[in-house]
């Protein structure tokens, strides 16, 4: 049996097609990753029927785009999408070696000048605690312990405060951990203008109460607004500053080195 050259060379596409617009098919396969998984039978329907009609939309709208929009327009938008095609995978490759190549450690004497070299960027625009509280209902069983042990607050107190906070109605007790004065505001209901600045004394205790609730409050530390953040507040801002910039001088010195060794490899030259 003798066969041509094009009947040698044709084939058949098995696929099942389930839509088409002009020439373009849709097939089955192509609805593999479109449906969720457990998506019930009437789900289902809708998802796909959903998927079919924007994919048509999208053909024939691209079709009548390249029939109406001008040869310049079309040369324009084609070296856009080539330019974010390149952007695309040089930023991958880039951020690849990077994570390879990177020191994320940013060590305390490295934060340290760093904070003194840019001291004035860090200037607060809000006043900040170092404080612990606790919010009890009125008359509480066994306030004289509770505010002695609060008051004290030795690593015992901490303890014992800690296995009853289930009678608290709110608590904080890390008062080594920096707090913005408008959070601890929005946190302990009680703290308002008038008494704010009962609050921001250093090493001071309060009671208070509004009709519902007790707050035992000790301040360890204050910083006010316009002063200088201490460097624990900001250490975390300052290693995502440092590496960042890690991370600019390494795509800078890639980008270099790449383009010596092609210049080298005489896989780049530029001709006068």
Known sequence: ????????????????????????????????????????????TLIVNAFINRWAQQLLLMEGANINLSESKQNEFSKLVEQYKIDLYTNAYLEGLVKKNIDTTVSANVAQEFYEANKESFKLNDDLLQLRYISLPLNPIGLDTIRNRFKRFNEKDRAYLDSISVQFKSYSLNDSLWVKYSLA?????????ENKYQLLKKSNYLQLKDSLNLYLMHVNDIRSSNDYAPLDYVKN????????????????????????????????????
Do not use: H, W
């Open 1 to 44: 049996m003798l066969l041509t050259s094009c009947e040698f060379f044709t084939t058949t596409d098995t696929r099942t097609p389930i839509a088409r617009v002009n020439s373009t098919y849709l097939y089955e396969e192509d609805l593999k990753d479109v449906l969720p998984e457990g998506a019930s039978k009437q789900d289902s």
């Open 185 to 193: 505001a929005e946190k302990i209901p009680v703290v308002n203008s």
């Open 237 to 272: 801002s300052i290693k995502q500053i440092v590496v960042n910039k890690r991370k600019l001088e390494l795509i800078k010195q890639l980008e270099n080195d790449i383009t010596k060794d092609a210049i080298k490899n005489n896989q780049f030259e530029i001709y006068n």
